[in-house]
């Protein structure tokens, strides 16, 4: 009995010290995980700032304001914590504020769908011509470029449509491409709004921001 309880006292402490290195090795590991997610969030939130400040630069606005002094920069102008949570409440208000929608675009480069709200810009700037002969130029390129088989950015629609738009492209009228545009916002607003919304960019636009970044734009 007393061999037994000597051999006892021996094992016991070593297994404490081995749970014990289990624990440490443990917590390094989640340290370091910890520093690999935090890593990640950095690059991932610099290479929206990036694609975002070319959607920007390259909006149709930012374009149009270039001539006036100091318009251009107008368009940079981070949006209040308060304008970005009204995005979250429809998705028009997303697409009605010009930084939201360069926000968006610049999300959905990120997820490699960046042709949807292509489209549905594209969409929107031929609902505005006013010449028929524009209106079928321009409904041409729009069906080269986004809705025929291989076309360099095209859109996930059904073959039904697809033959309805190229049947209605002969004799263009501004709801050529009403069905479409419709079948891509809703694919949108289901699947890649939500999506944006619990983004880390969004997150960190909608958080007050820190008083060094606002004496640095001064």
């Not at 370091?32 to 070319?54: A, F, H, N, P």
């Not at 594209?122 to 470029?145: G, H, M, R, V, W």
């Amino acid at each position: 009995a007393m061999q037994s309880a000597v051999l006892l006292a021996l094992q016991l402490p070593g297994a404490h010290m081995e749970r014990g290195g289990r624990r440490r090795g443990e917590d390094d590991e989640k340290e370091k995980e910890k520093k690999e997610k935090g890593r990640v969030k950095r690059t991932i939130i610099k290479d929206w700032k990036t694609r975002l400040s070319y959607f920007l630069q390259n909006s149709s606005s930012s374009a149009k304001m270039k001539g006036k002094k100091g318009g251009k920069q107008h368009t940079y102008f981070r949006p209040s914590p308060e304008e970005a949570q009204l995005w979250s409440e429809a998705f028009d208000e997303l697409l009605a504020s010009k930084y939201g929608l360069a926000a968006f675009r610049a999300f959905l480069k990120s997820e490699y769908c960046e042709e949807n709200i292509e489209f549905w810009l594209a969409c929107e700037d031929f609902k505005k011509i006013k010449s028929p002969q524009k209106l079928t130029s321009k409904a041409k390129k729009i069906y080269n470029d986004f809705i025929e088989k291989e076309a360099p950015k095209e859109i996930n629609i059904d073959f039904q449509t697809k033959n309805m738009i190229a049947q209605n492209i002969q004799e263009a009228t501004h709801s050529c491409f009403s069905a479409a545009q419709k079948r891509v916002y809703s694919l949108m607003e289901n699947n890649s709004y939500p999506r944006f919304l619990e983004s880390e960019f969004y997150q960190e636009l909608c958080k007050k921001p820190p008083i060094t970044r606002v004496a640095q734009a001064t």
